[in-house]
């Protein structure tokens, strides 16, 4: 079965220092890869998503990237946190035969300080 | 542009109750998805269904239900009998490979 995770489960991290935010996938092969941030009140914002190795599709610009370095990891990151930039960040993946449901990790609550 | 809106925010029902989420999307596609998350106090969101825009049956799964209407852009969830366990934000979403995520409903089922 597939499972997915993401690490670490909280981080309180200073304005201007950097991030970083992995998420794995095991189980499967070649899944289209997605960040999505929700911030209080609930609404998820897609940042980034993948299709393959190298290749990332930015939603909204901001202060934020993400790397695919391999099949089944995605890295989100920044070189300086804004306040703004706090919340819970979840990572998702479907598979990349036809159009299926995302199934999500369990995210990483972020406070920028 | 693709959009969903759940209009309801907040939803509080007393456990055994019936409660019907609501969704409404816009999409100028012919062929779409329609999606239905739950996200318990842990975060996690859950996936609970998924439906393409060429089939309008009415699905059920134990307690829950799901009601297409595509005339009137509508994709309701209904819960039978509630408990406490269903307490949650439920998300309503829409789309192919990327996807657009209502804004939630919370659902507070009281004991």
């Known amino acids: 079965s597939q499972t997915i995770h993401q690490w670490p489960a909280t981080l309180v991290q200073p304005v201007g220092s950097p991030l970083s935010l992995e998420c794995t996938v095991e189980g499967t092969s070649n899944p289209n890869l997605y960040w999505y941030r929700q911030a209080a009140g609930r609404g998820l914002q897609l940042l980034f998503y993948s299709v393959g190795i190298g290749q990332i599709s930015s939603e909204v610009p901001q202060n934020l990237s993400a790397s695919r370095p391999q099949d089944r990891q995605f890295i989100l990151s920044s070189k300086k946190l804004l306040l703004s930039d706090s919340g819970f960040y979840l990572c998702a993946w479907s598979s990349d035969r036809g159009v299926t449901e995302q199934y999500f990790g369990p995210g990483t609550r972020l406070t920028v300080t | 542009a693709q959009k969903v809106t759940q209009a309801q925010t907040e939803i509080s029902v007393v456990e055994k109750e019936d409660v019907t989420l609501d969704c409404v999307y816009e999409?100028?596609?012919?062929?779409?998805?329609l999606f239905w998350y739950k996200q318990p106090p842990s975060g996690e969101l859950v996936f609970l269904i998924r439906r393409n825009s060429f089939d309008e049956q009415n699905e059920i799964s134990g307690r829950y239900s799901w009601n297409f209407q595509k005339s009137t852009s509508s994709f309701n969830f209904t819960i039978t009998a509630s408990q406490v366990v269903d307490s949650a934000v439920y998300f309503c979403a829409l789309g192919y490979q990327k996807v657009t995520f209502g804004t939630g409903t919370k659902l507070q089922v009281i004991p």
């Open positions: 999409t100028r596609d012919t062929t779409y998805y």
